[in-house]
Nanobody, 126 residues
């Protein structure tokens, strides 16, 4: 069983930055792909970013490319999402997700992930 706990959300003005963290329990973090998704009110959950188990490859939604950076620290069982140049349309609940072995693809699909965190609210004011 894996538990994922997000933190770092909050209220920020447009143009500002936030850094989200996701702390994972369990022994499989280092062999799991990790992803961030978000869900705005009245909208479906959407892919934001993903990183492979080694950290060697990263993937981003077009809407955040160049502004957000996903990274991981396998020694600390933590994945991060650095969000810069935030826009009001980035307002959403952000969820961390783990894709455990046997690994599933594609990483932009929520169906590839086995465990989810409870989410952290990010609100960007204009």
């Amino acid at each position: 069983q894996v538990q994922l706990v997000e933190s770092g959300g909050g209220l920020v003005q447009a143009g500002g930055s936030l850094r989200l963290s996701c702390a994972a329990s369990g022994r499989t973090f280092g062999s799991s792909h990790m992803g961030w998704f978000r869900q705005a009110p009245g909208k479906e959950r959407e892919f934001v970013a993903a990183v492979t188990w080694s950290g060697g490859s990263t993937f981003y939604a077009d809407s955040v490319k160049g502004r957000f950076t996903i990274s991981r620290d396998n020694a600390k069982n933590t994945v991060f999402l650095q969000m810069n140049s935030l826009k009001p349309e980035d307002t959403a609940v952000y969820y961390c997700a783990a894709d455990q072995p046997p690994l599933s693809y594609p990483l932009y699909s929520a169906e590839s992930y086995d465990y989810w965190g409870q989410g952290t609210q990010v609100t960007v004011s204009s």
